[in-house]
């Protein structure tokens, strides 16, 4: 139990510093964090590793992706392919592996919120949903292949 709360609390102050970027807390941004972080863990990124983030929204997950990651627009490290999907395609050059993740359950998390507290309240119990849940309850995962189209390299 205590390694949960503590994992809670970590991601929590993630979550700060990128509404610090961000300019406030919002699901949008915890669903950013966990899908940056579960691309760090599940394709091995570690510092100074050369990472292409191609991101296929310009909503709120995208400010969680930089802050999390370091790459930007400014970099050349982010590339835009608007379709308007929550999906995220991550390559880490120097171990060449890739990865693609999709929010495709967004709003299908169920939690037992009280829509009669505040709204801040519903929209903290709404983060809380994000950052405790599995990921397998609201991300889709696949490996893709290891070189990123020739027109995003930078």
């Known amino acids: 139990m205590t390694l949960i709360l503590n994992r809670i609390s970590v991601l929590h102050s993630q979550l700060n510093q990128v509404a610090d970027f961000h300019g406030h807390r919002c699901p949008g941004i915890a669903y950013g964090l966990r899908v940056a972080l579960t691309a760090i863990q599940e394709i091995d990124i570690k510092p100074g590793d050369d990472v292409i983030v191609q991101t296929e929204t310009s909503l709120c997950p995208v400010d969680a992706i930089q802050v999390i990651t370091g790459c930007t627009f400014g970099n050349g490290k982010l590339v835009f392919n608007p379709t308007g999907k929550q999906t995220f395609s991550f390559w880490n050059l120097t171990s060449g592996r890739a990865i693609r993740i999709t929010c495709n359950k967004i709003g299908t998390i169920q939690a037992d919120i009280d ?12 983060i809380d949903v994000v950052l405790q849940s599995e990921i397998k309850d609201f991300l889709e995962i696949s490996i893709i292949p290891a070189n990123p189209p020739e027109n995003q390299r930078f």
């Open 115 to 126: 829509p009669s507290k505040p709204a801040m309240s519903l929209l903290e119990s709404k």
